[in-house]
């Protein structure tokens, strides 16, 4: 079965940390380029950074910037989102998901495979 599967969400307190895992089980995850997006309750789906298939370019929303790092393991088959300084506003849905067209792709949105979300609260 082709599909990403996130882990490593959870409760944490502001100004904590948590590091997400997404791993593909199925297909390899090197050739593709993959996204971290989430989605707060009432509010759109926001890209929060993506990294390219080779792992030599990210990018990172201005609402993250400097806080979260994406980085990947392509013989573990698996991406990571490391969230540091988290505030009450990161709380949401994080969803990874693999683009085989790259990062153009996952800007606009758009990819091959999602995951079905891990959440994260950051509550006091």
């Known amino acids: 079965q082709l599909q990403l599967v996130e882990s490593g969400g959870g409760l944490v307190q502001p100004g904590g940390s948590l590091r997400l895992s997404c791993r593909a089980s199925?297909?390899?995850?090197?050739?593709?380029?993959i996204g971290w997006f989430r989605q707060a309750p009432g509010k759109e789906r926001e890209g929060i950074s993506c990294?390219?298939?080779?792992?030599?370019?990210?990018n990172y929303a201005d609402s993250v910037k400097g806080r979260f790092a994406i980085s990947r393991d392509n013989a573990k088959n698996t991406v990571y989102l490391q969230m540091n300084s988290l505030k009450l506003e990161d709380t949401a849905a994080y969803y990874c998901?693999?683009?085989?067209?790259?990062?153009?792709?996952?800007?606009?949105?758009?990819?091959?495979?999602w995951g079905q979300g891990t959440q994260v609260t950051v509550s006091s």
């Open positions: 990294i390219s298939s080779s792992g030599d370019s990210t």
């Open positions: 199925g297909f390899t995850l090197a050739y593709y380029a």
């Open positions: 998901a693999a683009a085989i067209y790259g990062l153009t792709s996952l800007r606009a949105g758009v990819a091959d495979y």
